[in-house]
Each structure stands twice: as structure tokens, then as C-alpha cells.
């Protein structure tokens, strides 16, 4: 049972460029989420989907675009990396409000 | 709006010694809580959850939480630390009523000194 799979597990880009983030489980849940991760800041979730179908804001949407492509995948877009962006993207999904997050491994971005 | 502390960044223990890595959150109405571990280079890891009924959790690895309503605190606790147990310590909550998603404190690094 894989649970939740990221790719890539690390990138490097340029200032300006654009990348996609990809996270598929296998688990069946519904809801999925991106956080992002930075030293001091704890988790910050980006943008989520509570069902297939619909994607909502967090607490720092900007400079980030999302799709629920299924139920299985929810991919993170970055339209034009900036060195803020900088960070290490974390997947997870559940399958209730009242259930815990199962998480990806993560992916460790670098913006130069 | 909901939201969690960790009112410490870095929390030093004996090994062998008891471990309290503390939490207080703020939501409206009652509240889902959550613990989690994180070890170098990985994802979270889920500990234990508060849904409701007892106001003492246990969870994975001799790890338990006491929810203290009047104080809104959710701490995790250990009787007996582990030098294992050294990582990163995130709690988080969310509101039963309403479509949120759930929401991360800052993390504690606890440090387990042989």
C-alpha cells in the first residue's frame, strides 16, 4: 500500500520558470491538501480539496494554482517560480473531517 | 479563525525522564486535535487524535495527550523518553462544525539526551 506518493522529490528552478507538483493516493479519501513547510513557520496549508471536484484557498494561495484531477490526484502548479517559493511541499489526504491526514514524503524545492 | 501554539521551539529531555510537549489552540466550538511526528527528511506522521469522550488519548509509540477544555491545551506527554523520540512535533486542530481544513502549529523540536 503506497498511501500518498509525490514527485519529484527535489527540483531546482530558475526565477520565472513554471513546474507541477504531482500527489496521487491510493487510499480512496476524499479530501486532499497541499502544505507547504519552511524553518520557523511550521505547516501552511496552500490550497486544499474537501471533495473531487472542488479546491479552496489556505492560508497562503498566492503564486500557486491547483487541480483535483480525480479523486486519486491533486497536482500544485507554480506559474512563475520565485525564491520565495522556496520550500519543502508536503500532499496528504484523509477521508473525513474527523480523521487523521496520511502525508507524502514531500518534495524540496529550490528556487535560484 | 482557528489556530495553534507551541509556546516552545525546543523542548530538552533526559533520557528515561518524563515529556510534556505542550499545545493550546483556539476554536470556534468544539474542537478536532491532532499530534504528529516528523523525523529528518520525512513526511508527518500521525500520533493520536482527540475526537471526543475520554480527555486522555493514547496514541502510537507510548505517546498520550490530555485535552483540558477550560484551557484549551491538548499537551503530549510520554512517561518514559526515548532517544528515538528526538524529531519534530507538530499539534493541530480543526472546528467540527464547518468546511476547514485542518490547521498546524509551529512544531516543537524535542531532543532526547542519552
Known amino acids: 500500500n503506497a498511501g500518498v506518493t509525490q514527485t519529484p522529490k527535489f527540483q531546482v528552478l530558475k526565477t520565472g520558470q513554471s513546474m507541477t507538483l504531482q500527489c496521487a493516493q491510493d487510499?480512496?479519501?476524499?479530501?486532499m491538501y497541499w502544505y507547504r513547510q519552511d524553518p520557523g513557520m511550521g505547516l501552511r496549508l496552500i490550497y486544499y480539496?474537501?471533495?473531487?471536484?472542488?479546491?479552496d484557498k489556505g492560508e497562503v494561495p498566492n503564486g500557486y494554482n491547483v487541480s483535483r484531477l480525480n479523486k486519486r490526484e491533486f497536482s500544485l502548479r507554480l506559474e512563475s517560480a520565485a525564491p520565495s517559493q522556496t520550500s519543502v511541499y508536503f500532499c496528504?489526504?484523509?477521508?473525513?473531517?474527523?480523521?487523521?491526514?496520511?502525508f507524502g514524503q514531500g518534495t524540496r524545492l529550490t528556487v535560484v | 479563525a482557528q489556530s495553534v501554539a507551541q509556546p516552545e521551539d525546543q523542548v530538552n529531555v533526559a533520557e528515561g525522564n518524563p515529556l510534556t510537549v505542550k499545545c493550546t489552540y483556539s476554536?470556534?466550538?468544539?474542537?478536532?486535535l491532532f499530534w504528529y511526528v516528523q523525523y529528518p527528511n520525512r513526511g508527518l506522521q500521525f500520533l493520536l487524535k482527540?475526537?471526543?469522550?475520554?480527555?486522555l488519548v493514547k496514541g502510537s509509540y507510548g505517546f498520550e495527550a490530555e485535552f483540558n477544555k477550560s484551557q484549551t491545551s491538548f499537551h503530549l506527554k510520554k512517561p518514559s523518553a526515548l532517544v528515538s523520540d528526538s524529531a519534530l512535533y507538530f499539534c493541530?486542530?480543526?472546528?467540527?462544525?464547518?468546511?476547514?481544513?485542518?490547521?498546524f502549529g509551529k512544531g516543537t523540536r524535542l531532543s532526547v539526551i542519552a
Open positions: 482527540y475526537i471526543t469522550g475520554d480527555n
Open positions: 480539496s474537501a471533495s473531487e471536484g472542488t479546491t
Open positions: 476554536v470556534s466550538g468544539n474542537p478536532y
Open positions: 493541530a486542530v480543526r472546528a467540527h462544525s464547518g468546511n476547514t481544513p485542518l490547521v
Open positions: 496528504a489526504s484523509n477521508e473525513g473531517w474527523n480523521t487523521e491526514a496520511f
Open positions: 487510499m480512496n479519501h476524499n479530501s
